[in-house]
DNA sequence: CTGACTTGCGCC
DNA sequence: AAAGGGCGCAAGTCAG
């Protein structure tokens, strides 16, 4: 496979081929890629969100690529990579690199800081040091997937999400009333705010303040520390059912109302920006209305164009499929063979019912140890040893302050170490003895967590990557005429697709998830099961 | 006034 | 019904 390393120079573009190096204008960029790309070339580039948005608004897909930036971040931190290899001048530009989104460019047109940054260098250090891994394989495969997932993410932000604004709109207006001025609450919430401020005598109370809410219920006599739902569902007071009502109202008037309708659906699309690898798990995380957390109540909007349908997959139980592979169990490989894993356990006399099974995974993936899923872990110790193993060593790692990672290598952060303000406090021996034992078994906790949900992270954009170019076989023409995923969130994907290819797309969704199983686990007896729907509006599958 | 933090809740 | 892991976002709150 053919590598062009594309670099931005002025306004113009030099392409650093195998033999040659051209130098084009911008605006030919495209041609030359269009051209190129029928011989098949991997394209390498400091970043994808700032190459393939100008392609895909010219009509041009690429297959592969290589995303410096993502591939580097990767590199950084996995312990398969020699980081003398890796170390330049310039190696702090690539670990702050951050992506772009539309609104970014226009507020920052000038100097962007990658154009300090040098790709041919920094890919060449790649190249050299993935040539001297112990683990050559596995990485390049994590840093394809990876960069294969930035190729994904641009796509479904240029296509955008199928979003019927009148629909959405007519939601509101049946929920909340009709869409009141500025500044001014809709009618269903003026009137449960009224009633709120009657059942405890708070003639002034604003209902959208938890402190003004906390002291009010609290001078009712209600024994509370916090408003929570769930705190309240448990309060025998006329006050809660209108308080619970109006919190999930306003919920939706401030999350999902007019106004993030008139920012973030536009001709007929939600558009939001899908960042792989924003979570250092290497799950996705997204900026712009919200896009990972699409309250079902909002997805009937979510409709199919005329002629189109949704084909949406997800996989049962992804996470506990991928503890059961990457630790080689093949007991609880075996309960995963039926399409309900909890169920499996239940059927193999491991737990007594399908809530004890569930209480008891997650317990043992998340780390819960109080009450019901801490005493179910003898029972799956002994009857998954592996499996458990696997999580709890991770555990252990964590609380002595080591990295672990991934089943291809994705490095968990050194606790302490730069990048950790966001994952809470890492675990320094400092401060009472309480404190430290705390913050040491908060961070084994995650680190328990994070073999399993970045391994199934890995699953996922193996599945997203063949998916991908199964798709594309499918049509003809532009990306937008042809199958494409229009959405993805961590075990789920949402196909855009003409009506008549939508049971070829529900085969192919079917078959990528094997090939994924495959790739991350050869032959080890897992499955991986999806629930496939093909419809007309989101909120109809599932 | 702005920016940082807290609270609460949506998704997996 | 959550707990235990990972996020983004809006509104309120408070310090500077």
């Known amino acids: 496979m053919n590598r062009i390393v594309l670099v931005r120079r002025g306004d113009d573009v030099e392409a650093h081929g195998p033999a040659t190096v051209s130098r084009l204008a911008a605006d030919g960029l495209a041609d030359f890629v269009l051209a190129h790309e029928a011989a098949g070339v991997r394209w390498v580039w400091d970043d994808t969100t700032r190459w393939y948005p100008a392609l895909l608004a010219s009509g041009v897909r690429v297959a592969r690529c290589?995303?410096?930036?993502?591939?580097?971040?990767?590199?950084?931190?996995?312990?398969?990579?020699?980081?003398?290899?890796?170390?330049?001048?310039?190696?702090?530009?690539?670990d702050a690199l951050q992506p772009v989104t539309a609104s970014d460019a226009a507020l920052f047109p000038l100097a962007d800081p990658a154009d300090e940054l040098d790709p041919v260098a920094e890919h060449?250090?790649?190249?050299?040091?993935?040539?001297?891994?112990?683990?050559?394989?596995?990485?390049?495969?994590?840093?394809?997937?990876?960069?294969?997932g930035a190729l994904v993410a641009a796509e479904m932000t240029h296509a955008g999400l199928p979003w019927r604004?009148?629909?959405?709109?007519?939601?509101?207006?049946?929920?909340?009333?009709?869409?009141?001025?500025?500044?001014?609450?809709?009618?269903?919430?003026?009137r449960l705010a009224a009633e709120i401020r009657t059942a405890l005598g708070a003639p002034s109370l604003n209902p959208d303040s938890?402190?003004?809410?906390?002291?009010?219920?609290?001078?009712?006599?209600?024994?509370?520390?916090?408003?929570?739902?769930?705190?309240?569902?448990?309060?025998?007071?006329?006050?809660?059912?209108?308080?619970?009502?109006?919190?999930k109202l306003s919920r939706l008037l401030t999350a999902n109302g007019w106004s993030w309708l008139e920012t973030w659906v536009r001709d007929g699309r939600f558009r939001s920006w899908f960042l792989p690898g924003g979570v250092v798990t290497g799950r996705w995380s997204s900026t712009g209305g919200g896009a990972l957390?699409?309250?079902?109540?909002?997805?009937?909007?979510?409709?199919?164009?005329?002629?189109?349908?949704?084909?949406?997959?997800?996989?049962a139980q992804l996470e506990p499929r991928v503890l059961a592979a990457m630790s080689g169990d093949l007991a609880m490989a075996e309960a995963a063979r039926a399409a309900d894993l909890y169920q499996g356990m239940v059927d193999a006399g491991t737990v007594a019912t399908r809530a004890e099974a569930?209480?008891?995974?997650?317990?043992?993936?998340?780390?819960?140890?109080?009450?019901?899923?801490?005493?179910?872990?003898?029972?799956?110790?002994?009857?998954?040893?592996?499996?458990?193993?696997?999580?709890?060593?991770?555990?252990?790692?964590?609380?002595?302050?080591?990295?672990?990672?991934?089943?291809?290598?994705?490095?968990?952060?050194?606790?302490?170490?730069?990048?950790?303000?966001?994952?809470g406090e890492p675990p320094e021996p400092s401060g009472p003895l309480h404190e430290q034992?705390?913050?040491?078994?908060?961070?084994?906790?995650?680190?328990?967590?994070?073999?399993?949900?970045?391994?199934?992270?890995?699953?996922?954009?193996?599945?997203?990557?063949?998916?991908?170019?199964?798709?594309?076989?499918?049509?003809?023409?532009?990306?937008?005429?042809?199958?494409h995923l229009v959405f993805f969130l961590h075990d789920e994907v949402v196909v855009h697709t003409p009506e008549q290819l939508a049971a070829e797309v529900a085969e192919e969704v079917r078959r990528a998830a094997a090939s994924a199983g495959r790739l991350l686990f050869g032959g080890f007896p897992v499955d991986f099961p999806l629930d496939v729907a093909v419809v007309r509006s989101w909120a109809e599958a599932g």
């Open 437 to 483: 034992d705390r913050r040491r078994r908060a961070w084994g906790r995650f680190t328990r967590n994070f073999v399993v949900q970045g391994t199934a992270a890995e699953w996922a954009l193996c599945w997203l990557a063949d998916l991908r170019n199964r798709l594309w076989q499918l049509g003809e023409g532009p990306l937008e005429d042809r199958p």
């Open 124 to 148: 060449d250090r790649q190249l050299a040091t993935l040539a001297a891994s112990p683990e050559r394989r596995r990485l390049e495969l994590l840093l394809a997937a990876e960069s294969s």
């Open 293 to 315: 957390s699409v309250p079902v109540q909002i997805r009937p909007a979510a409709v199919a164009d005329e002629g189109h349908r949704f084909v949406v997959a997800d996989v």
């Open 210 to 247: 938890p402190a003004d809410v906390l002291r009010a219920l609290q001078t009712a006599g209600l024994p509370v520390e916090d408003t929570r739902s769930w705190t309240l569902v448990q309060l025998e007071h006329p006050v809660v059912p209108p308080l619970l009502e109006y919190k």
């Open 358 to 423: 569930k209480l008891g995974i997650l317990g043992a993936m998340y780390g819960g140890t109080r009450g019901e899923s801490g005493r179910m872990m003898p029972r799956l110790t002994r009857r998954y040893p592996q499996a458990i193993a696997l999580v709890e060593e991770a555990a252990r790692a964590g609380e002595r302050g080591e990295v672990v990672r991934t089943l291809l290598g994705r490095g968990s952060p050194v606790p302490g170490g730069e990048r950790t303000a966001d994952l």
């Open 66 to 94: 290589t995303d410096l930036r993502l591939t580097h971040a990767l590199l950084r931190r996995t312990p398969f990579a020699d980081q003398r290899l890796l170390a330049a001048a310039t190696t702090r530009g690539w």
């Open 165 to 190: 604004a009148d629909v959405h709109e007519r939601l509101l207006t049946d929920l909340l009333g009709p869409r009141p001025l500025a500044g001014h609450r809709p009618a269903v919430l003026e």
